[in-house]
């Protein structure tokens, strides 16, 4: 069932972001002059080839190429497309002022346990600029027994997005054993914490599951999570609360039928969220059923913009 469109939360501006004039430049280009171009974010997102293998591009085989991704980006007017170095390398350029770039800066195989989650640098900031981009991604493992070292490793990416004026994307993603046996990675209280850290650790903009109430699981939460059941909206405006002055994107995991992804993208603008970064609900579909949810995308974003 979709979502009945209801106002949204006023999400923060620049001015209240204090942003500097480099962010604030490409964040602008990514909000009001692509895609949906009316404030909104939307999307498209490829680095799962690095984070999942390719096994993600059996249920499409077309979208193993990243050109027919480029192509989708182009022609279903996204707001940005975001991978990693080695993809901007060799497909960016054709598409340089068609769509804009948010390199994503660090990653990992599926291959080890997620209990010790940590993605190390695959590039920099200064790759970033060097290849036109307008924002950097990061993910971030909050709770896992590296965040030590996670942490830290993020601070020299603020530190150089400040430096540049690069807007700085966190995935801010609860991981690890401890986070496990407290609900989940998915439970409110982990996606809750996982935005707070994100926006105290100096993200622009904030990519995060959407969590889920599992009743089965309420024993394991902290408190007062176990005594606060909520369905979607109510979960993801609590999140978009925590974040603060950040932006929040919502993710949209694995592949869902037709109704299941617009209802998800009703849900997270209207909780408050700047956007949508749907990765394999897109590129998963063949062409012509990509092209027509990237169309519903749309719609749905026609109802949320905000001016500055």
Not at 32 to 38: C, R, S, T
Not at 62 to 80: C, H, K, M, Q, T
Not at 202 to 212: H, Q, R, S, T, Y
Not at 239 to 264: F, P
Request: charged residues 25%; proline residues 6%.
């Amino acid at each position: 069932m979709t979502a009945a469109v209801t106002p949204a939360v006023v999400r923060p501006t620049f001015d209240a972001m204090n942003l500097s004039i480099g962010k604030r430049t490409r964040l602008h280009r990514l909000m009001y002059e692509h895609g949906p171009a009316n404030g909104t974010l939307m999307m498209l997102p490829i680095d799962q080839g690095l984070e999942h293998g390719p096994v993600d591009f059996f249920d499409n085989p077309d979208s193993i190429d990243p050109d027919w991704i480029y192509r989708l980006a182009v022609e279903g007017n996204f707001s940005g497309i975001a991978l990693h170095v080695g993809l901007a390398e060799k497909y960016q350029k054709a598409y340089c002022g068609r769509v804009p770039l948010l390199l994503k800066v660090n990653g990992k195989t599926n291959v080890p346990p997620d209990d010790d989650a940590f993605s190390p640098m695959t590039s920099s900031v200064e790759d970033a600029i060097r290849l036109g981009a307008d924002a950097v991604g990061y993910t971030l493992y909050v709770g896992s027994p590296a965040q030590e070292l996670d942490i830290a490793q993020c601070n020299e990416v603020r530190r150089d997005c400040d430096r540049y004026g690069m807007p700085l994307v966190v995935w801010a993603y609860p991981r690890g054993a401890a986070i496990k046996a407290k609900g989940g990675i998915d439970s409110l209280y982990a996606v809750d914490y996982a935005a707070r850290v994100a926006c105290e650790v100096g993200a622009d903009v904030i990519k995060l599951n959407e969590p889920v109430w599992k009743a089965d699981d309420a024993s394991k939460l902290p408190k007062p999570y176990n005594e606060m059941p909520f369905d979607d909206l109510e979960g993801l405006r609590k999140v978009v609360k925590s974040a603060g002055r950040s932006l929040v994107l919502v993710s949209g995991g694995s592949k869902m039928g037709d109704e299941a992804t617009i209802h998800k993208a009703h849900v997270a603008m209207a909780a408050g969220c700047v956007g949508l970064i749907f990765g394999r609900n897109m590129w998963q579909r063949k062409w012509d059923n990509a092209l027509a949810m990237a169309a519903s995308m749309h719609e749905v974003m026609k109802a949320y913009g905000q001016a500055q």
